[in-house]
C-alpha cells in the first residue's frame, strides 16, 4: 500500500519561497505507474491542482502558478518536491501530495496534508 | 481552462436515502471525470474515475454516471460515515479543475 508524507515549515514569510517534500513508502519515485503530483486547499475552499511530474521528469503545472512553481523528483531518497516562490496570503493552503494514474487519470493516494501559512 | 460545476452546494438528506449529485463541464470531456469524498481535516478520497469505475474499496453504494459534459454522483443508501463533501474533477485536459463541492449532510 502506497503511503505519502508531506514535509515543510507550517509558516512562511511574504514574498519568500514555499518549499515542501513528499516522501513515498510502500512503492518507489521511480516507478513509471504513477505521476507525482501537487493539489492545494485554501482553508474552507475547494481544490486546486497545482503540477505533476513524471518519472521521467517531465513535468505539467497549472498555468495560474507555472512562472512560480517548480516540482522536482529525488530517486534515490523516494521524494518529490514542490516550490512556489514569491508567495503571498492567497497561497495559504493545506498543501497534498498526491498520485496520478490510471487511464484516464485520477488522483488515487494522498498524503495527508499540511497547512501552510504565508504570514510576516 | 474547462470549469466544472455541481448541483446542489449542500443537502440534507436521512440514513436510507437515495441521494444524487450532479456535475457538469464547460465542454464535452468524454467520460474523464472523477468523484472524490472529503470529509472535515482529511485529504480528499477517490470513489470513482473515469465517470463509473468504482475505486477498490469503495463501497458499492457509491455509482457514477455520466459522459460528454453531464455526470452524477448516486448513493443508492446513504449511511451516516457518508456526511461528508463530494467534489467532481476533470482529468480530460490540464490544468485538471474541481467542481466547488457538494456538502452532504445526515
Known amino acids: 500500500q502506497l503511503q505519502l508524507q508531506e514535509s515543510g515549515p507550517g509558516l512562511v514569510k511574504p514574498s519568500e519561497t514555499l518549499s515542501l517534500t513528499c516522501t513515498v513508502s510502500?512503492?518507489?519515485?521511480?516507478?513509471?505507474?504513477?505521476?507525482w503530483g501537487w493539489i492545494r486547499q485554501p482553508p474552507g475552499k475547494g481544490l486546486e491542482w497545482i503540477g505533476n511530474?513524471?518519472?521521467?521528469?517531465?513535468?505539467f503545472y497549472n498555468p495560474s502558478l507555472k512562472s512560480r512553481v517548480t516540482i522536482s523528483v529525488d530517486t534515490s531518497k523516494n521524494q518529490f518536491s514542490l516550490k512556489l516562490s514569491s508567495v503571498t496570503a492567497a497561497d495559504t493552503a493545506v498543501y497534498y501530495c498526491v498520485t496520478i494514474s490510471g487511464d484516464p487519470y485520477h488522483f488515487d493516494y494522498w498524503g495527508q496534508g499540511t497547512l501552510v501559512t504565508v504570514s510576516s | 481552462d474547462i470549469q466544472m460545476t455541481q448541483s446542489p452546494s449542500s443537502l440534507s438528506a436521512s440514513v436510507g436515502d437515495r441521494v444524487t449529485i450532479t456535475c457538469r463541464a464547460s465542454?464535452?470531456?468524454?467520460?474523464?471525470l472523477n468523484w472524490y469524498q472529503q470529509k472535515p481535516g482529511k485529504a480528499p478520497k477517490l470513489l470513482i474515475y473515469?465517470?463509473?469505475g468504482l475505486q477498490s474499496g469503495v463501497p458499492s453504494r457509491f455509482s457514477g454516471s455520466g459522459s460528454g459534459t453531464d455526470f452524477t454522483l448516486t448513493i443508492s443508501s446513504l449511511q451516516p460515515e457518508d456526511s461528508a463533501t463530494y467534489y467532481c474533477q476533470q482529468s480530460y485536459s490540464r490544468p485538471f479543475t474541481f467542481g466547488p463541492g457538494t456538502k452532504v449532510d445526515i
Open positions: 511530474i513524471y518519472y521521467s521528469g517531465n513535468t
Open positions: 510502500g512503492g518507489s519515485s521511480s516507478s513509471s505507474t504513477y505521476y
Open positions: 465542454q464535452s470531456i468524454t467520460a474523464h
Open positions: 473515469g465517470a463509473s
